[in-house]
């Protein structure tokens, strides 16, 4: 069960490129151990946020709070220990073609640890084991499948121990069992180590099987018209976008 306490405190952002504005002066929250979902048609600005909520992007207005502490206002060290607190997995996976495996994961190790090579390729290989690749930490992901690419990108993710994981489309490209099998490995990464999610997705099945929480963004009012569990939105919202999107209905 997640506790009261957010670990995420998103206060009056305002999101702008030049002189256009994407989103204004949205707020939530995200609370520790759930699986918090950002949603919404194309354009709304679900990436843009997301690039704000990983200090991509500095807001126009507003703050970005981790644990408590700004993100954006943050300098030096201090920036460094926020941003060890995260972890990012992106759409493509992001993994250097390069690279096996144990290699991609262990950049994070090398950059932000002092561990010893042996110490960093152990942790490797067992972020690897964690998300069920343990026998293929020395394939390049030129030699796996789509969805075993998408768990190598989460192993690294997870290198630096994070409280949260943010994962942008991670089931973008899949099959429906691929899809379901990445749903799985999420919800038992969040209840066996408590990790904290936050999902930008449009994928339906995926968005009903793993969030607690979802924010729906909307494009023409630049914030956020719905916050709640996904089938209590989609069978008792009173706003006819929101009722649209989660039952698949045309305009």
């Known amino acids: 069960m997640a506790e009261d306490k957010p670990i995420i405190v998103v206060e009056d952002l305002t999101a702008a490129y030049g002189s256009t504005v994407i989103l204004e002066k949205i707020s939530f929250s995200v609370k520790r151990g759930e ?6 048609g194309s354009g709304c600005g679900k990436s843009t946020l997301l690039k704000h909520l990983i200090g991509l ?12 502490e700004n993100l954006h206002k943050a300098e030096g060290e201090a920036r460094q220990r926020i941003l060890k607190r995260f972890g990012v997995s992106y759409q493509s ?16 190790l090398e950059e932000f640890s002092e561990l010893p090579p042996d110490a960093r390729k152990l942790l490797s290989w067992m972020k690897l084991e964690r998300v069920g690749l343990g026998e293929f930490g020395d394939h390049l992901p ?14 690294r993710a997870m290198a630096l121990d994070p409280d949260v994981l943010f994962l942008d489309e991670p089931s973008a490209g899949l099959d429906p069992i691929t899809s379901a099998e ?4 999420i919800l038992r990464l969040r209840d066996s180590l408590g990790m904290t999610f936050v999902i930008v997705t449009h994928e339906l099945a995926s968005i009903y099987a793993v969030a607690d929480r979802v924010i729906m963004l909307d ?3 630049k914030g956020i018209i719905a916050e709640g569990h996904p089938e209590e939105l989609r069978d008792h919202s009173d706003n006819p976008i929101v009722r649209k999107f989660f039952l698949r209905q045309a305009e």
């Open 93 to 108: 996976g992001a993994l250097f073609g390069s690279m096996t495996l144990e290699e991609n994961v262990s950049l994070p």
């Open 142 to 155: 030129s030699e796996i499948s789509g969805g075993m690419q998408k768990r190598a990108a989460i192993a």
């Open 35 to 40: 699986v918090f979902v950002i949603l919404g």
């Open 182 to 185: 990445l749903d799985a490995l």
């Open 219 to 221: 494009k023409e009012t």
């Open 57 to 68: 992007n500095i807001p126009t207005k507003g703050e970005v709070l981790i644990d408590g």
